[in-house]
């Protein structure tokens, strides 16, 4: 009986001591994996590195490719791998970045302050310079529909409003040249601007209505990595584009206009990315993606049904998940990349150069859906009417370079 207890106590000695073990092992696992995965942990900042350092890689080739445009004098010809061919302006000089010299991928130039462009190949027979053909109803202009008659793409239909103009564009140019360039990136805030409040670190926040200059004084950039130039009235934005490249002899510069919208998202298309559904490469409200770089989060209570504007960009990376209003600054994720071309089916709206005068004032377009988009305008051919006078916190601009002729 004596030794039965004995071995009855040592049994249970024994199990406690079992449990004990294995909750030591679950909270030593628990650490582990948030060592591992955690915001700061092992396989996050491995990650973060690689990042860092292919970002750095590149950096060094684009300040290579941007002296060699410094001595670029004159346009020259490009034939790539597949003997296709384009026009580099004088001032320019094609990408030294793996990946992004290959026409039919996106041709990347870069000028002699690193601002990049991709090569729009207008052949005029699989890809020709036209606006797409949108249906025109008078009925409410909050009602977005496919439009199954011109290839589903997406439009808001604006009542009585069919007196559309877009005067942009240089169609001789494309003729002449075969293609035009787009601006890789959304428009970036220069880095000399005082029109943006600074907080702690890499902290912005623009606004183009309290300015201490007035914003037509700056130059916007195309440049991975910079805050995003939104706020600024249409008016304003199609003076400053224009100013990008005033000095140039080889190309002219402008706000993006419909028929360039138009053809680039054809173009897209015609190379298998979804325009009329682009989740897998837009910034929505409604989707998840990784990213890293300077980002914003916007409050999600709203004000008048919009969310509540954040106050500056912070420097990280994570996830960005579903429901939740993230900007991003230019360029920081790959996944919203489509033939080298950032952010064309949403980050932030972006407007173009067409207009209706309607009784209370100026329609602009805005193509392409933004980060506070859901379902409904997440598509890279969305076109939708809105009044700016002063901008809007949702809404950018994008840059096209025409070769004078």
Same mark, same amino acid.
């Given at each position: 009986?004596?030794?039965?207890?004995?071995?009855?106590?040592?049994?249970?000695?024994?199990?406690?001591?079992?449990?004990?073990?294995?909750?030591?092992?679950?909270?030593?696992?628990?650490?582990?994996?948030?060592?591992?995965?955690?915001?700061?942990?092992?396989?996050?900042?491995?990650?973060?590195?690689?990042?860092?350092?292919?970002? +750095?890689?590149?950096?060094?080739?684009?300040?290579?490719?941007?002296?060699?445009?410094?001595?670029?004098?004159?346009?020259?010809?490009?034939?790539?791998?597949? !003997?296709?061919?384009?026009?580099? #302006?004088?001032?320019?000089?094609?990408?030294?970045?793996?990946?992004?010299?290959?026409?039919?991928?996106?041709?990347?130039?870069?000028?002699?302050?690193?601002?990049?462009?991709?090569?729009? #190949?207008?052949?005029?027979?699989? %890809?020709?310079?036209?606006?797409?053909?949108?249906?025109?109803?008078?009925? &409410?202009?909050?009602?977005?529909?496919?439009?199954?008659?011109?290839?589903?793409?997406?439009?808001?239909?604006?009542?009585?409003?069919?007196?559309?103009?877009?005067?942009?564009?240089?169609?001789?140019?494309?003729?002449?040249?075969?293609?035009?360039?787009?601006?890789r990136y959304e428009a970036g805030v220069p880095e000399d601007a005082d029109f943006y409040a600074s907080n702690e670190g890499d902290a912005y926040y623009t606004r183009?209505?309290?300015?201490?200059?007035?914003?037509?004084?700056?130059? #916007? =950039?195309?440049?991975?990595?910079? #805050?995003?130039?939104? /706020?600024?009235? /249409?008016?304003?934005?199609?003076?400053?584009?224009?100013?990008?490249?005033?000095?140039?002899?080889?190309?002219?510069?402008?706000?993006?206009?419909?028929? +360039?919208? &138009?053809?680039?998202?054809?173009?897209?298309?015609?190379?298998?990315?979804?325009?009329?559904?682009?989740?897998?490469?837009?910034?929505?409200?409604?989707?998840?993606?990784?990213?890293?770089?300077?980002? +914003?989060? $916007?409050?999600?209570?709203?004000?008048?049904?919009?969310?509540?504007?954040?106050? !500056? /960009?912070?420097?990280?990376?994570?996830?960005?998940?579903?429901?939740?209003?993230?900007?991003?600054?230019?360029?920081?994720?790959?996944?919203?990349? +489509?033939?080298?071309?950032?952010?064309?089916?949403?980050?932030?709206?972006?407007?173009?150069?067409?207009?209706?005068? =309607?009784?209370?004032?100026?329609?602009?377009?805005?193509?392409?859906?933004?980060?506070?988009?859901?379902?409904? $305008?997440?598509?890279?051919? %969305?076109?939708?009417? !809105?009044?700016?006078?002063?901008?809007?916190?949702?809404?950018?601009?994008?840059? =096209?370079? /025409?070769? !004078?002729?």
């Amino acid at each position: 009986m004596l030794k039965l207890e004995k071995n009855e106590e040592e049994k249970g000695i024994t199990l406690i001591a079992l449990v004990i073990t294995i909750i030591v092992l679950l909270i030593l696992a628990g650490v582990s994996i948030a060592m591992l995965t955690g915001q700061n942990g092992i396989l996050t900042q491995t990650q973060r590195a690689k990042v860092e350092t292919e970002n +750095a890689e590149e950096d060094e080739l684009r300040k290579l490719t941007a002296l060699e445009a410094a001595t670029n004098l004159e346009n020259t010809i490009y034939t790539d791998e597949n !003997n296709q061919t384009a026009t580099i #302006p004088a001032g320019f000089a094609v990408s030294k970045v793996e990946g992004e010299n290959i026409i039919k991928d996106g041709l990347v130039i870069i000028d002699k302050n690193g601002n990049e462009f991709v090569w729009i #190949p207008v052949d005029g027979i699989n %890809l020709k310079y036209e606006k797409h053909t949108y249906q025109n109803s008078e009925i &409410d202009d909050t009602d977005t529909v496919t439009d199954t008659e011109n290839g589903n793409w997406i439009t808001q239909r604006y009542r009585k409003y069919t007196n559309w103009k877009d005067d942009g564009g240089n169609s001789e140019s494309v003729i002449e040249y075969g293609g035009f360039y787009v601006a890789r990136y959304e428009a970036g805030v220069p880095e000399d601007a005082d029109f943006y409040a600074s907080n702690e670190g890499d902290a912005y926040y623009t606004r183009d209505t309290t300015p201490s200059k007035n914003v037509t004084t700056y130059i #916007p =950039v195309s440049k991975r990595g910079e #805050p995003v130039w939104n /706020y600024i009235s /249409y008016e304003n934005a199609k003076k400053v584009s224009n100013k990008m490249y005033e000095d140039s002899t080889s190309v002219t510069s402008s706000l993006i206009d419909g028929r +360039a919208w &138009d053809t680039i998202t054809q173009w897209l298309d015609n190379s298998g990315y979804n325009v009329t559904n682009s989740r897998e490469w837009g910034n929505y409200y409604s989707v998840s993606f990784n990213f890293y770089g300077l980002y +914003a989060i $916007h409050g999600q209570e709203t004000e008048g049904g919009r969310p509540i504007i954040a106050q !500056n /960009y912070n420097k990280g990376n994570g996830i960005k998940a579903e429901e939740v209003y993230l900007e991003t600054a230019t360029g920081v994720t790959e996944r919203n990349k +489509a033939n080298n071309i950032y952010d064309f089916a949403g980050n932030f709206f972006e407007m173009s150069t067409e207009t209706a005068e =309607v009784e209370n004032g100026v329609y602009v377009a805005q193509r392409g859906g933004g980060f506070n988009s859901s379902d409904l $305008h997440a598509g890279a051919c %969305l076109r939708l009417g !809105n009044i700016t006078p002063m901008g809007d916190f949702a809404l950018s601009y994008r840059i =096209v370079l /025409y070769i !004078n002729t």
